[in-house]
């Protein structure tokens, strides 16, 4: 008998990483390159079937962290996993997926997290050095070169994030 | 003294103003916050699919409280739970009842997005002509540039300054000779090796010239000895060019090669054009001759003058020293750094 399990998964990460795009791109398959700021939280879901294991997940997409507006500690807590997003065209969005792990380690704990280092598609432009991203890598952290435009890699971090919860 | 306390009347008209406002809606819960008790009031505002009866179960009604703790009172602000409907959402306890309370802010929202979306989309254009100006003129300019550091006004400054121009040798065959998106991609592996040596030694790229470049040293970094600059930066082009050429002739790609030359000198260094159109611009006699040594190197050299010669002298191994006839100048001693 399949089991079903619902969980609070959040998208964090700077302004204008991708993280909307990236919600659109994994539950309605859908992208579009116009850039709406998003207010608040949206709230969005999509199901996935892990062997025996219906996993809900309850996306929110969280709007991006800035300086003058913080994301609000009521929206971190309950989350059973998160979505540490970084633009790789700027490389001071790295900055703000440490603080947001930082602060999601106080308000949920130990769960589990992936990075997703987004705007493959755009390498051209790319800030992130080598070293950055050897820097990333050597903190242990689960990452994924994603492209919300081109849907690169998308799916499989969400699956991979999914199959962390339910193992 | 105290303010006086407002009429009944006025407190019931100042409520039903919010309460218009905020269309709230609220639920009562049970003891362990699992089911609703009771409910009231513009639901279908806020959810689309199910009832809010008394009875249901919270995480079935409202499945984006999931994980959500209600041992404290807490607000989930802006809460987008519908395309383009925004709701605060409260939950608290109230003589040992927990609620929660729905509140539309869509309107407030709105007004607050369209700042948000443009201070967002200022930041991103800030971000993105950085970007511009640091792949252009190099991390040091923008720096300068973006601290209003880097300024020049329209009656100039003297400096001591060293110009540097680059040029592609056989560029023109190549460029007859190939469609012109091949010409496009190769030029821009060959700038990849020029240019980034220049702005390591903090040289300002002054002009691209499509097969070449002017570029000057000494206006970033004064403190460093700008032939010093200009000839590390020199050196470093035609190492890598030249092992980039070793590798271009293994895979039988066309091959080009760099000649460079450097002049130093005191030149006024500025702003210069009209209103609407203004450029960086420098302004002495080294710069004209320095075009005219590029114009004579051959590729793969390095000419200088006899001012930057004598800075870079102990820095060399060997060079030859010949007169030549410079057109607009006339009789030059000229130096050709061996390396």
């Known amino acids: 008998m399949s089991r079903v399990l619902q969980k609070k998964v959040c998208l964090l990460g700077a302004f204008a990483v991708g993280k ?27 199901s996935l079937q892990l062997d025996d294991v219906s996993v809900n997940m309850m996306l929110w997409d969280v709007h991006g962290e800035e300086s003058v507006k913080k994301v609000p500690a009521a929206y971190m807590r309950g989350s059973a996993a998160y979505l540490l997003v970084i633009d790789g065209t700027r490389s001071a969005t790295v900055d703000a997926a440490r603080e947001l792990h930082a602060r999601m380690q106080v308000e949920v704990g130990d769960v589990p997290f992936v990075v997703l280092l987004n705007k493959v598609d755009l390498k051209d432009e790319w800030e992130l050095s080598d070293a950055d991203l050897a820097a990333i890598r050597e903190e242990g952290w689960d990452c994924f070169m994603t492209s919300a435009c081109t849907g690169e890699n998308v799916e499989a971090a969400f699956v991979h994030l999914a199959g962390r919860m339910i193992s | 003294m105290t303010t006086p306390e407002p ?64 041992e404290e009172n807490f607000v989930l602000p802006q809460m987008e739970l519908r395309d383009g409907y925004f709701t605060d959402i409260h939950g608290f306890h109230s003589g040992g009842i927990p609620w929660l309370l729905f509140l539309d802010v869509t309107e407030q929202t709105k007004q607050e997005q369209l700042q948000q979306q443009n201070a967002n989309e200022l930041s991103l254009l800030r971000d993105q002509q950085r970007r511009v100006l640091d792949r252009y003129v190099g991390g040091a300019v923008t720096e300068r540039s973006i601290g209003g550091r880097l300024t020049f006004d329209a009656k100039g400054e003297r400096r001591n300054i060293s110009t540097m121009f680059i040029d592609l040798r056989s560029f023109t065959i190549f460029n007859q000779k190939y469609d012109p998106q091949h010409v496009m991609d190769v030029l821009n592996q060959y700038m990849d090796k020029m240019l980034p040596p220049i702005l390591n030694e903090f040289g300002l790229v002054d002009k691209i010239t499509g097969d070449g470049a002017m570029t000057v040293f000494g206006v970033l970094n004064e403190q460093e000895d700008s032939a010093h600059s200009a000839l590390r930066a020199a050196l470093r082009i035609q190492r890598d060019i030249s092992t980039m050429n070793d ?73 030859d020293c010949v007169d030549m006839d410079l057109k607009g100048i006339g009789a030059t001693q000229v130096y050709n750094l061996r390396y």
């Open chain 1, 20 to 46: 909307t795009s990236l919600v659109s791109r994994f539950v309605k398959g859908i992208f579009s390159d116009k850039y709406l700021s998003t207010m608040g939280v949206k709230i969005d879901r999509k």
């Open chain 2, 7 to 70: 009429p009944e009347l006025l407190l019931n008209y100042l409520a039903e103003m919010q309460i218009y406002r905020f269309s709230p809606a609220w639920a009562k819960l049970d003891a362990d916050c699992s089911c609703i008790i009771e409910s009231a009031g513009d639901w279908c505002r806020y959810i689309d699919d199910n009832a809010v009866e008394p009875g249901a179960v919270l995480e079935d009604t409202f499945p984006h409280l999931c994980g959500q703790s209600f």
């Open chain 2, 247 to 319: 590798m271009r002739c293994t895979q039988g790609d066309y091959v080009m090669e760099v000649g460079v030359g450097i002049g130093s000198g005191e030149a006024v260094i500025g702003i210069l054009g009209a209103r609407d159109r203004r450029a960086f611009t420098v302004i002495g006699p080294h710069v004209n001759l320095a075009a005219r040594l590029e114009g004579k190197a051959k590729g793969g050299e390095i000419l200088v003058d006899k001012t930057t010669f004598q800075a870079v002298e102990h820095l060399i191994d060997s060079y």
